[in-house]
């Protein structure tokens, strides 16, 4: 079945960087909407970038917009998040998840996403 593994996250300072990894297991992702997401303590799940497998259809939430980068790989079914000049509102609980539908584009709707990771913390702190 189905399992998404996020790695990849820990305390930095502001104006660092991580890079978080998602790879999926028992699914070939190829064609399937993918999306990465975080979590702050108290408030609701966001939506964060998104990528679609076979074009690289890319959607990014304005907050990160030309700090972070989705990526992906085919052939390894791994999903990256590279975060640049990371503040400490970018603190949460980040999570990938795969699109309900092999659709074309995608979203940052979690409504959209059926199968999710645990999860891996991202804290920017001084």
């Known amino acids: 079945h189905l399992q998404l593994v996020e790695s990849g996250g820990g305390l930095v300072q502001p104006g660092e960087s991580l890079r978080l990894s998602c790879v999926a297991s028992?699914?070939?992702?190829?064609?399937?909407?993918m999306g990465w997401f975080r979590q702050a303590p108290g408030k609701a799940p966001e939506g964060v970038s998104c990528i679609v497998m076979s074009d690289e259809s890319i959607n990014y939430v304005d907050s990160v917009k030309g700090r972070f980068a989705i990526s992906r790989d085919n052939a390894s079914d791994t999903v990256w998040l590279q975060m640049t000049n990371l503040q400490p509102e970018d603190t949460g609980l980040y999570y990938c998840?795969?699109?309900?539908?092999?659709?074309?584009?995608?979203?940052?709707?979690?409504?959209?996403?059926?199968?999710w990771g645990l999860g891996t913390q991202v804290t920017v702190s001084s």
């Open positions: 028992g699914f070939t992702l190829t064609n399937w909407p």
């Open positions: 998840a795969v699109g309900r539908d092999p659709t074309p584009t995608c979203t940052m709707s979690n409504g959209d996403y059926g199968n």
